[in-house]
Structures are given as C-alpha cells and as structure tokens.
T-cell receptor, first 114, second 113 residues
Framework: EADIYQTPRYLVIGTGKKITLECSQT?????MYWYQQDPGMELHLIHY???????EKGDLSSESTVSRIRTEHFPLTLESARPSHTSQYLC?????????????FGNGTRLTVT | AQSVTQPDIHITVSEGASLELRCNYS??????LFWYVQSPGQGLQLLLK??????LVQGIKGFEAEFKRSQSSFNLRKPSVHWSDAAEYFC???????????FGIGTKLQVIP
C-alpha cells in the first residue's frame, strides 16, 4: 500500500558508474528525505527537502546529490559509485502541519557497488 | 542534541508471550516519539506516535506504547506476540517543528513457536 515508490529495489553496479536512485510520492507531501541504513546502525539522514527547489544536507556526510524539481519527485544521484556507497537507501516524505505528520517510507533501494 | 537508545539489539520471545521493547530518549523539550517496524526487504512502517495528551498510545497491529517523562522512556508493548511480528523495531524522536527525526539502532525481534 506504499504511496511512496523507490526504484530500483536492488542495484548491483561497478565502481565509477553514475547512478540515480528514484523516489516518487503521490501523497502531496511537501517534505522529502533520504536516509542511509546499514545493519546494526541507526538510520542516518543524508538529504532532505522542504519543497520544490529546496535541498539540504543531512547529518551524515554523503557524496550523493539530490534535486527537487517537482513536489512528488526526489531523486538521489551518485556521480561515481564506490564500494563504500554500498548500503540501503530509504526515501521518506512528510507533511508540514500543526501536528507534524510522521515519516512515510518507501521500500528502499539496496545498492551494492563492486 | 536529541538521541535515542534501544538497549536490546536482539530479543527472542515465544509466540503468544507478551513483549516489551525498551526505548530511552534524550531531548530538551517535549519530544515527538515514534515506533516503526521494518520487515525484511521493506521500508519502515509507522506503528504509533506520541505528540501530546494521553501517555498511553495505541497503535496498529495490537501494539501500544507508554510515554514516561520521568524516565525518558517510550517502551513498546504487545500482550500476545504473533509469528508475523518478527521484524526489526525502531524507536525515533522528533524535534519540535519536525525538522529532523533521530532513530535508534533498532531491536530485532525473533518469534519462536
């Protein structure tokens, strides 16, 4: 029943390749986020956006970049993938309001860089 | 800075037994608190949330959590665990205005027959 979609679900790619992880949501949420998740570690926020043309870096330094040209779309790009980028990437969205809404997550993209 | 501690990395319970997953948070003001569940290969699904009011919060799938300000805790409970509850559970705290959410490292729940 996910209203936030991530593609691809799994990606195995060689070192040096450029990749884009897609994230789209149909809920009209203004805020969107990218988290990085590794086993046994807390989720780390790497990018977030308050709305169209807004992007901010999160707590964890990342070599990836993001863009927010449309409300529903928040892709993440790695210009040159490295094995250290191997991880699970989770996209999320939320709606600004008086009672701030919780995060809604996609199913994630598991990236392996060989 | 806000932080979340989930002291139990892995918990095993028998099907039908009760469950309590511990969560302690650190935050200077009244926090927004959440519990999420993640099944293998899936994203995180919200179980329940606390913003204000009644300190006992009911969530989906028969889960509840109790906010105890004096103990800085937000423990998750379920009276009778089902095999389908096997998953990883994440506690999270959000700042006022909800600019950021900090997650714990998660507790992996195993359910045995």
């Amino acid at each position: 029943e996910a209203d936030i979609y991530q593609t691809p679900r799994y990606l195995v790619i060689g070192t040096g390749k450029k990749i884009t992880l897609e994230c789209s949501q149909t809920m009209g949420h203004d805020k969107m986020y990218w988290y990085q998740q590794d086993p046994g570690m807390e989720l780390h926020l790497i990018h977030y956006s308050y709305g169209v043309n807004s992007t901010e870096k999160g707590d964890l330094s990342s070599e990836s970049t993001v863009s927010r040209i449309r409300t529903e779309h928040f892709p993440l790009t790695l210009e040159s993938a490295r094995p250290s980028h191997t991880s699970q990437y989770l996209c999320a969205s939320s709606l600004t309001g008086v009672n701030n809404s919780p995060l809604h997550f996609g199913n994630g993209t598991r990236l392996t860089v060989t | 800075a806000q932080s979340v501690t989930q002291p139990d990395i892995h918990i095993t319970v028998s099907e039908g037994a009760s469950l309590e997953l511990r969560c302690n948070y650190s935050y200077g003001a009244t926090p927004y608190l959440f519990w999420y569940v993640q099944s293998p290969g899936q994203g995180l699904q919200l179980l329940l949330k606390y913003f204000s009011g009644d300190t006992l919060v009911q969530g989906i799938k028969g889960f509840e959590a109790e906010f105890k300000r004096s103990q800085s805790s937000f423990n998750l409970r379920k009276p009778s665990v089902h095999w389908s509850d096997a998953a990883e559970y994440f506690c999270a705290v959000g700042a006022t205005g909800y600019q950021k959410v900090t997650f714990g490292i998660g507790t992996k729940l195993q359910v045995i027959p």
